[in-house]
Every structure is written in structure tokens, then in C-alpha cells.
């Protein structure tokens, strides 16, 4: 009897294969930008894992995966091939990327990220396959955390919904900005309470399942509609529900109640109400092909590129994109190291802090802090607190979120904007037992604004093309106390400050030591 000896199979890739040597080239060009980019790619999976607003952005890839993986079988005519016109969405995406390194907007960067590998799709594996697989690679989209800019847009609707339902049940109520005050106490639609969490993430949701369950466009524009919509409206209803079970049967219970029902059973409840209204106008059966014939047919012959060449083209553009960004902003980047001082206002004296709260603006990485309580003659009181960057970087922002006149992390909160002085913006916020009128003033380039669109916006221009990037804060707060209100102290304040923009100007030539 004969014995043949075992030995293990090696495994080695077909290079004779179109899609293997295509699909390596296509896997070294995602890798080398998940490297380039590895501070946003970090960036993005904190937020994934840590916030939970955005916990269903960890399975937006194995849903695009199952989704290429249906597609396949029909896909046998295609061929990959490198089609270099997909090149210009790899520069718009430098350039977007460039834009939100420069202005602080990780919403831009990490959209950037994600369309640069999106077009990687595109310039190594050909037209032919992205419009077979567009879907799948469209939805990687969703990899993106965006909605955190509609927080006070949904605050505001979900307060103005309480306000109507509570008037159609008989409840009494007053509305200041995002807080309701009942007979059963004071509530504030704060952040979380905004619903974005499930607007978001039925954004997604919603736009899976009408590619899925539908053929016709027009149902899955009027089902993505109200797939939007709903969790809006629902989320109107909880936070009403909650105050209304307030005034039944206390504040403590309708707490454990909302703790209940608050969270991912709300929104499961949400999807399945609104799939099972939609369910009679689903069109698409499951053994429905998911390409039409357009879709699966060859690719029209071209001349044939090595995909390394349009990986290489990725990559390259990409590290363009960096280098200019960096070399750029580099230059505008003067130190700010000498001692600054307080300025004296004519008719004011420092004075001891005297509040029922603590306040404490934020403003991250400034190299200079200075803050202090100011009075005058007539007894009027004010807090100043001025921040000067000599840059602005990642973690170091004059604007952005959390940034300005309160810490979101504190018991502060926003209450409503007030007539804006010259040259910023006002607004009200709320702490336990306390309120405060708070004037914001932001300068670049001698230019006062309380527009944060605007700061962002010079920034911009700063780092993209060398020029100064020096910026200075100025607050000016006052406290409500009985029958002394806010505003009157704050324009004496400013009033015998002087221009706000000279101020910071000074305060800058004393940093540099000018």
C-alpha cells in the first residue's frame, strides 16, 4: 500500500486575474489614506464607539459589504479598468479636506476622508463597476458623523411642539428660548433631548431600506420624507409626554418614565411604525434583480492603464493636498509668548467676584487667558474674559463647538440670542439659580464679528494662504440679579472700553512684544 504525503496549500494571489491585480491596487490606495489621514481616521472611530449618537456608523461597512455581496453574481460582464476622470473627485476632496483642516471643521475633513475613498472605488476599479455597485459606495457616505448642526434647529422645534400639545391638553405653560416652565417646574429641551441621535440614524436607516424595499424613485424620495419627518414628530410627542406625566403625577416619575422609554427602544418603536405604514407600498420583491441590464453590461474597451498607476494618482493627490494645507498655514503662525495685561477702562475698578454661580467661558488651547470682575460708580458689574490665540488648530479653536461663552459640559446652558451689539452677538444662558447676558466679540485682522460663520470663514482664508493667523475673544457678562438687569451694565461696560477691535489689537502688539 502507497502513502502520499500531505502538505498544506499555499496561498498566493492570481496576478493573471483583472480583479485581483485591481482590487490589491485598490486596497493599497484605501490603506495609504487611512494612513495619510490617520489623525481623522482616529477621529471618526472615537466618535463611532464613544458618542452615541453615531453608534450606527460601526455597521454602515458590513452593511455595504452585504450590499456588494448581492450584486456580485450580476456583475459577471463587468471588467475593471482605471478611469482617470474619476481624479477630479479626488481633488475636490483634497480641497474640501484642505478647507476643513483650515477652518476647523471636522464635518469637511472627515467627509473628505471618505469621498477620497470613495473615488479610489472610482479610479481603480472603473465607471463601469461604480455604476453597478454605486449604491453600496454611496453609502459609506454615512461613515461621516454629521447632524450635530441641527442640535438648536430640533431644540427649537421639539420646545415649539411641546408648547402647542401642552396648550391643546389645557396645561399652562410659558416658553423661554429652550426652556418650558409648567406648574410642575422648569424643564429645558437640552441637547439630548433634541432627538438628532434618532434623526441621524433613521437618516441611514431610511435610506437602506428604500433602496432595498423599493424600485420607483418617487416612493423612495416620499419614503425617505417621511422617514425624516416622523422621528421629528415623535420626538416632539416624547418630550411633551414627559412634561404632561410631570404634571400627573410628578416630576420624579415622569424622569423614570422618560429614562424608560428614551434611548434605542424609542426609536426602535419609530423604525417599526414607520415600516409598517409603509410596508403595503413596498415594490421590489426579493428575487427582483438589483442591476438593471445598463448597469451589467461590459465596459465599452479603452486603453488599458496599470491600476498601481491610478492608485499612485489617489495617493499623490492626496499628499498635494496635505502638503499645501501644511505649508500654508505654517507661515501664518507668529508667537504670542510675551505677558499680557488687563487694560484699564476709565471709570471702572477691578473688584472682587461676586456670582451665584460660577462662570467659566471656554476657550481651549489659548495662549493667553485673562479674566476679572469690573465696577463702577453707579454699582453696575461686569465680567470681562478675553482669549488670545497667536494660531488656530485642532484642539486650540477660538470657535467651534463647545467653544465661547459656556462649557456644554457645565450646568450652563443657552437660553436665547438677545439684540447683538456692534461688532458680536448676545445671548442669554441659564445655570442653577443663575442667568447671564453674554456680549462675544471675535477678532481676526482687526475686524470684529460675532459671526462664528465669519471667524471660520478668515481662518480659512488665513491658512490657505499664509497671512496672520492671530485671534483675540472678548466677553463681556453680566449677571441678573432683582431689579437690576443685565444689558445696561454691559453697554456702559463697552461703551467706555472703546472699540472692541482696537482692544484686541493692542492686546496682540503687547503678546508679540511689539
Not at 486 to 505: K, S
Request: aromatic share 12%; glycine share 8%.
Amino acid at each position: 500500500m502507497s502513502t502520499a504525503t500531505l502538505r498544506p496549500q499555499r496561498f498566493a494571489l492570481d496576478w493573471s486575474n483583472l480583479w485581483t491585480r485591481h482590487l490589491v491596487a485598490l486596497g493599497f490606495a484605501v490603506a495609504a489614506l487611512l494612513l495619510l489621514f490617520a489623525g481623522d481616521v482616529a477621529d471618526m472611530v472615537s466618535i463611532w464607539w464613544n458618542v452615541s449618537t453615531y453608534t450606527h456608523c460601526l455597521f454602515i461597512i458590513p452593511i455595504a459589504g452585504w450590499l456588494v455581496s448581492q450584486r456580485v453574481d450580476e456583475m459577471g460582464a463587468i471588467k475593471p479598468q482605471v478611469w482617470l476622470p474619476g481624479l477630479w473627485a479626488t481633488g475636490l476632496a483634497g480641497i474640501v479636506w484642505m478647507l476643513g483642516e483650515a477652518a476647523g471643521i471636522a464635518l469637511f475633513r472627515h467627509s473628505a476622508l471618505v469621498l477620497m475613498i470613495q473615488s479610489a472605488i472610482a479610479v481603480i476599479l472603473g465607471r463601469q463597476v461604480l455604476k453597478a455597485l454605486f449604491f453600496p459606495v454611496f453609502y459609506l457616505s454615512f461613515l461621516v458623523p454629521f447632524g450635530e448642526e441641527l442640535v438648536p434647529l430640533l431644540q427649537t422645534i421639539t420646545a415649539k411642539m411641546c408648547m402647542i400639545l401642552l396648550a391643546v391638553t389645557g396645561v399652562p405653560a410659558s416658553i423661554d428660548g429652550v426652556f418650558i416652565t409648567t406648574p410642575a417646574g422648569l424643564f429645558e429641551v437640552a441637547e439630548a433631548c433634541s432627538g438628532v441621535k434618532f434623526l441621524v440614524a433613521m437618516a441611514a436607516y431610511a435610506t437602506l431600506a428604500a433602496n432595498v424595499c423599493f424600485k420607483s424613485w418617487t416612493r423612495r424620495i416620499v419614503f425617505l420624507i417621511f422617514g425624516l419627518i416622523v422621528p421629528v414628530l415623535a420626538n416632539g410627542v416624547r418630550a411633551f409626554g414627559t412634561i404632561w406625566i410631570s404634571e400627573k403625577s410628578g416630576i420624579e416619575f415622569a424622569a423614570s418614565f422618560d429614562h424608560v422609554i428614551y434611548g434605542w427602544f424609542f426609536f426602535g418603536f419609530v423604525m417599526i411604525l414607520i415600516m409598517a405604514a409603509s410596508w403595503k407600498f413596498f415594490d421590489r420583491k426579493l428575487s427582483d434583480p438589483w442591476l438593471v441590464a445598463a448597469d451589467s453590461a461590459p465596459a465599452v474597451p479603452s486603453v488599458p492603464r496599470h491600476p498601481l498607476k491610478g492608485a499612485g494618482y489617489v495617493i499623490a493627490l492626496a499628499l498635494l493636498s496635505i502638503a499645501w494645507q501644511s505649508g500654508m498655514a505654517s507661515l501664518g503662525r507668529i508667537p504670542v509668548a510675551h505677558l499680557v495685561t488687563f487694560p484699564e477702562v476709565k471709570g471702572w475698578t477691578r473688584a472682587e467676584p461676586q456670582s451665584t454661580y460660577p462662570w467659566v467661558p471656554r476657550f481651549d488651547g489659548a495662549d493667553h487667558r485673562l479674566t476679572g470682575q469690573f465696577i463702577n460708580a453707579d454699582g453696575q458689574r461686569v465680567d470681562v474674559v478675553i482669549a488670545i490665540y497667536g494660531w488656530q488648530e485642532e484642539g486650540r479653536e477660538m470657535v467651534g463647538y463647545g467653544q465661547g461663552s459656556f462649557d456644554p459640559g457645565s450646568e450652563w446652558s443657552w437660553a436665547r440670542a438677545t439684540a447683538s451689539p456692534d461688532g458680536g452677538k448676545a445671548d442669554v444662558i441659564f445655570a442653577p439659580g443663575a442667568e447671564r447676558e453674554v456680549a462675544a466679540f471675535y477678532v481676526m485682522d482687526g475686524d470684529a464679528t460675532g459671526s462664528a460663520t465669519r471667524v471660520k470663514l478668515q481662518t480659512l482664508r488665513s491658512k490657505l494662504t499664509g497671512a496672520d493667523q492671530a485671534a483675540v475673544a472678548v466677553l463681556v457678562s453680566a449677571q441678573a440679579w432683582p431689579n437690576h438687569s443685565t444689558r445696561p451694565a454691559i453697554d456702559a461696560f463697552l461703551r467706555d472700553l472703546g472699540p472692541v477691535d482696537q482692544l484686541a489689537t493692542r492686546l496682540l502688539a503687547q503678546a508679540r512684544g511689539q
